[in-house]
Every structure is written in C-alpha cells, then in structure tokens.
C-alpha cells in the first residue's frame, strides 16, 4: 500500500515510478514526477542503457552527458534485459509493486514483449500505465515511430516558424518532446487523482504529435474561422501589432503592444504621437493590416539607443517589453534565480552541477530532486532488494545475463 505524506512541496512522495523510457519526453515526464516527490526507478535495457547515455559523450565508460544528467537527476537505475525470461520475470514482480510505469516504445511494442497496457493493469489493477508515442496508440500512423523535428513538421509547427519570404525553421528548443513530456505528467496526476476516488488504474496515453497540434491555438482558431493558411511571422503575433522584437542599437528588444492603451503609451515613450492620428496606425486592425511598414518604422526609432534603455522607458511607461537575453544572461538573471528555476544538484562523479528547477512552486517555494544522474545499473542490486528479491534471485538474473549491476 503507498504511503502518503503530506509535505506541500513533495506531494508524490511514497509513489514508486518505473521509468521504461528513454531518450527525452518519457524522461521528462519521469524528471518532473521526481520533482513532485516520487522515487523514479529507470529501468534501462542491457547492455547499452538509455540510448541518450552516447549522446555527446567525450569521456569514458563511467562518463555521461550533462545532457543527459538534466533530465534524469535524482533517478535511479536498473539495467535489465527484459527480453530473457528471467528479466521478463522480474520486471512483472516490480510492476506489481509499484504505482506507475512510463514507457515510450512504438505502439505494440509492449504487446509483443507480453507487457501490454490492459494487462499490466489486471496484474495490478491501481497501476497507471503512461505511454508517450510519436503519432499516438491509434490511427493508421501509430506504428511509426516518433521524432521531434518528423512530428513538429507534420504537425504544422515548422511551417508557422521563421521569418517571412524564407524557408520555415524549427523551433530552437525540442517542444514536441518537451511538451509531450509535460503532458504525460499532466496525464499521470490525473489519473492518480482518478485512483485516490476509485482506487483503480488506468492506461494514459499522449503522443509527439498531440504535444505540437496543441501548440497551434491561434493558428487554428484563423484557419478554423477563415479557411487561411497562417503565414511565418518571425516574432510578431498573428492577431496584435506592436508585438514583436525589434533592433536596438545592441541587441534585439521584444514589445507587447497588446491593446490602445498600450499603443498610446508605446508612441508617448518613442516621441511618436503623430502615429496615433495616422490612418495606418490609429486602430488595432490597421495596426495590424500594416504591421511590416510599422516595425520598419519602430525599428528606425529604437536603433538610436539600447535594448536597456528603451526597457526602462517602456517598463517605467507600463509598456510590457524585455530584452532579447541569450541562455547564459537568461539562467542567470536574478529573477530566474528567484523562482528555483537554476538548482545545483550532484553530479556522477561526486561534484555538483546545475540544472534546470521544478517550474511549480506550493507556498511560494519547491524542493526538486537533486541527486545525480544514475550510472547505469547502479542501483540494481539494491532496487531488486527492495522489491523483495533475494541475494540468490540476483544471481540468477547475473548468471542468465539478464541484468547487470556497475559496481560488481
């Protein structure tokens, strides 16, 4: 029976998560149910691990990618091959004890290896099963596999991103993976709040393509309403003008001209109010039927000084604005810092690391997970121990080859 405790910023603590995913939007998921208390347990194929453990990877066998170490601080790891009868074994006496399992294989993956969904659920019938798939369990392209760039272009993302008259581009940032990730957490709660009323499990199921589709909002509230295909904008909105970076004389300056008053406030601080009585200007819509000849313009203003000083004319003026900051300026601003968003955590070899926070706080502060990354197959021995299996059962999954532990 899961012990629940009541600390506000741990809310999961005593859930047991078996981690059957790799790579980034199953982990994700994993990283963010650690931060919310859980004990996450990644179960990781043998040999060979988690296939982002290679990637960018410069040191030896013991090493990791930072890459890596992000999204799976404070997990632990048991390499098993679950493939052999006696890892299949044991992989069902864990499944059994546990309140959550996660697992990014391709759709009918784990009906193949005898681990479908619906049974893992009658075997323990509070299970929540989390699947993260690419094009989702159902419909003529669930079997294919998925991949951030393949599901963000089909999807339609790309083709909104990027400036206009060039080719689209891809998001800098994985979204697809990451959000995914988010929503199978999203989807785990759910579930869980599911079982705390019913006491019974249940199969949640999201997919790459599902987390970029969401993306579209207002792409798909134009389309939907007009039958137009939305253009690439580069950084302006589809629907407000001024709303957009502009170029100041060291960088660039993001302006949120969200309504009139706004407008008012905008042309006030440039010395511009002759724009308010123009005809191209003096209305939401021609504002925005004219949004090109308007940034040209703003543009030409804005070249005269720095993106800090005209942030604190717009800032003191009530016009929401901010600086274009680059990663390192971004991380570590005071305000991020503010937020728990840039924790230090330990890393593999003993020293610490930082890393990116928990992005929910409960009473104003949060206590994510910040133990390191797992070597892989660090914790089997003492994973298999907890779960009941005795110093003979290891044996016999090390004599079968069915496991591994890195510190034998």
Not at 128 to 154: C, T
């Amino acid at each position: 029976m899961t012990t629940h405790h009541s600390r506000p910023d741990r809310p999961l603590e005593g859930i047991k998560v078996l981690e059957l995913s790799q790579i980034m939007a199953g982990p994700i998921c994993g990283l963010m149910l650690g931060d919310l208390g859980a004990e996450v347990i990644k179960i990781e194929k043998f040999p060979g691990g988690d296939d982002a453990r290679a990637f960018n990877n410069t040191g030896g066998a013991r090493e990791m990618p930072a890459s890596f170490q992000m999204i799976n601080r404070g997990k632990k790891s048991v390499a098993l091959n679950i493939k052999t009868p006696e890892g299949h074994a044991t992989l069902l006496k864990l499944i059994e004890q546990v309140d959550v399992v996660t697992e990014n294989y391709r759709p009918g993956t784990l009906d193949r290896l005898g681990l479908a969904p619906a049974d893992l659920i009658k075997l323990n019938p509070k299970l929540i099963v989390v699947s993260v798939s690419g094009y989702g369990s159902v419909g003529p392209l669930s079997h294919l596999g998925g991949f951030d760039l393949v599901l963000q272009a089909f999807s339609g993302l790309i083709s909104v991103t990027g400036e206009p008259g060039r080719t689209p581009v891809k998001p800098g940032v994985p979204l697809a993976d990451i959000n995914a990730g988010v929503l199978a957490t999203l989807g785990t709660l759910s579930a869980y709040i599911h079982r705390l009323k019913t006491g019974q499990g249940q199969w949640v199921q999201t997919s790459l393509l599902q987390a970029s589709v969401q993306q579209l909002y207002w792409y798909a509230a134009l389309f939907f309403s007009t039958g137009q295909l939305p253009e690439r904008l580069g950084t302006a909105h589809p629907l407000i003008a001024p709303y957009q970076t502009f170029t100041c004389s060291d960088g660039e300056l993001a302006v949120g001209g969200g309504n009139n008053s706004i407008w008012k406030r905008i042309v006030q601080v440039i010395n511009k109010p002759e724009w308010d009585e123009d005809p191209h200007f003096n209305s939401p819509k021609n504002r925005l039927d004219n949004r090109s000849a308007l940034a040209l313009l703003m543009n030409e203003v804005l070249l005269t000084h720095t993106r800090a000083h005209w942030e604190d004319k717009f800032l003191a003026a009530g016009v929401p604005a901010g600086a274009v900051q680059n990663i390192g300026e971004a991380l570590n601003h005071p305000q991020t810092k503010a937020l728990n968003m840039v924790i230090e955590a330990q890393n593999a070899n003993g020293g610490t690391l930082q890393s990116i926070g928990l992005p929910i706080l409960f009473n104003g502060s949060n206590s994510p997970a910040r133990g390191a990354a797992p070597l892989l197959g660090q914790h089997t021995r003492e994973v298999l121990q907890t779960f009941g299996l005795s110093d003979d059962d290891y044996d016999t999954l090390i004599n079968a080859n069915a496991c591994m532990n890195l510190n034998d």
